[in-house]
């Protein structure tokens, strides 16, 4: 996952003010409103949106201003933007005219004026104000170095650097490890993983991890278990049923692919994980069970059709960015619909868990009040939210 968010304090999770408007409405049912295309929830976890989207020309733009708004700690315009653009990638072909979008939900003032200048001129002049702003453009580019968070590239930024080699120059600035390494392999890990790499990787964790426990459970989850073709990285669970056994499952699997020699970078975190503390009321952007993040080296021999290389480079690897979490198994359910995504997917399910439901979900467990949920599936927690079973390639919300 994208380690920036660890300094992400998003009001996730929690609802806001305009949803007491659904819930007296007595027209619409769920908070969904009636439009030309179909019924629309405001919850992404009551839409059904695949890689397919067909108002592009919108949500590249409200990626743009929802981005520029984390780089300013403006959290709620930014979960605005993020909302509106996850809301028209669930719309079956794109919105045409204006008023087409008065009966969409997740749309305000400002969303609602970026599309029709789009709509009129083709471009919204703030957005390209926005790409050409060295401001803007200095913080996408240090925020795109691993372990680099807005709040980092805010810091260098006041220090008046602004590229790269300003930040490399200066001895005053101490990197940590991990952003070390983001610089260490930067080409690598900022050129897009295909599938074909996911598939080999799985292939290696699964090898590293079964070589421990032949119960060894490993499921891939992140972007390419929602079926994109390309990511930032690869996402999986591996754990085992045997009990207590997870604990020490990792820092093995580690083990083995240190001793595999394609380590090239590790941070560990040993689970901090208690059921006598759930539930969790604050919501917190890390989850607490045992996870690492990697950044692993890659043979093209072991990709069928070969690497997502640059063109030229001869070395035959690349580096490539693993994230593995290992949850006990009775909190699987859980964990792997937590990490299955969307991001947007997520805020809603537990957005919707606890506006419409009074119930509190997490990447931990299901409370109803204060009784556990017990869950074998995904399945199972869609049933308990009362909610239809939304397939993982639905999710690209
Ligand atoms: N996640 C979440 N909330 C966040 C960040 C991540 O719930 N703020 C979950 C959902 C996806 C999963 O963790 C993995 O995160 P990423 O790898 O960042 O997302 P992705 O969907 O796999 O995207 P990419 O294809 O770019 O890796
Ligand atoms: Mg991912």
């Avoid at 996730?12 to 007595?26: K, N, S, Y």
């Avoid at 299955?340 to 439901?357: C, H």
């Amino acid at each position: 996952l994208d380690i920036s968010w660890f300094t992400d304090s998003m009001r996730e999770g929690r609802p806001v003010a305009v949803e007491t408007r659904h819930l007296i409405q007595p027209t619409s049912a769920e908070g969904s409103t009636h439009t030309l295309m179909a019924t629309v929830s405001q919850y992404a976890c009551q839409r059904r949106t695949t890689t397919e989207n067909n108002n592009k020309i919108f949500t590249d733009a409200f990626e743009v201003l929802a981005e520029s708004y984390e780089f300013n700690e403006i959290e709620g315009r930014c979960l605005a933007f993020r909302r509106a653009a996850s809301m028209l990638k669930s719309l079956p072909r794109a919105v045409r005219c204006l008023g087409e979008m008065q009966d969409l939900p997740c749309l305000g003032e400002h969303t609602k004026a970026v599309m029709e200048e789009i709509l009129q001129c083709g471009c919204s002049f703030e957005v390209k104000k926005l790409l050409s702003d060295e401001r803007y453009q200095t913080f996408k580019l240090f925020t795109s170095v691993f372990g680099v968070g807005p709040k980092t590239a805010d810091k260098w930024h006041r220090r008046g650097l602004r590229s790269f080699s300003d930040i490399l120059a200066d001895r005053s600035i101490h990197l940590n490890r991990m952003q070390q390494s983001g610089f260490l392999h930067y080409g690598d890990i900022s050129r897009a993983v295909s599938k074909a790499e996911a598939r080999s990787l799985r292939n290696i964790i699964d090898g590293a991890a079964r070589a421990i426990t032949p119960a060894a459970i490993l499921a891939l989850t992140g972007g390419f278990s929602r079926g994109k073709e390309f990511g930032h990285d690869v996402d999986f669970i591996v754990t085992t049923p045997e009990l207590g056994r997870e604990e020490s499952l990792l820092p093995e699997v580690i083990d083995g692919l240190k001793k595999q020699g394609i380590l090239l970078y590790c941070d560990y975190h040993a689970s901090t994980f208690d059921v006598a503390k759930l539930p969790i009321r604050r919501f917190e952007a890390m989850d607490h069970f045992a996870k690492c993040f990697l950044i692993l080296r890659l043979e093209g021999s072991r990709v069928e059709g070969g690497l997502n290389s640059a063109e030229g480079d001869g070395r035959g690897w690349r580096a490539v960015r693993v994230d593995l979490v290992s949850p006990p198994m009775d909190h699987y359910a859980f964990a792997l619909l937590g990490w299955t995504g969307s991001r947007q997917f997520e805020r809603d399910l537990r957005r919707f868990a606890g506006a419409k439901r009074g119930m509190l979900l997490d990447n931990h467990a299901l409370y109803d009040k204060t009784k556990f949920l017990a869950a074998e599936t995904e399945k199972d927690i869609f049933a308990h939210l009362g909610l239809e079973y939304i397939e993982p390639w639905q999710r690209n919300a």
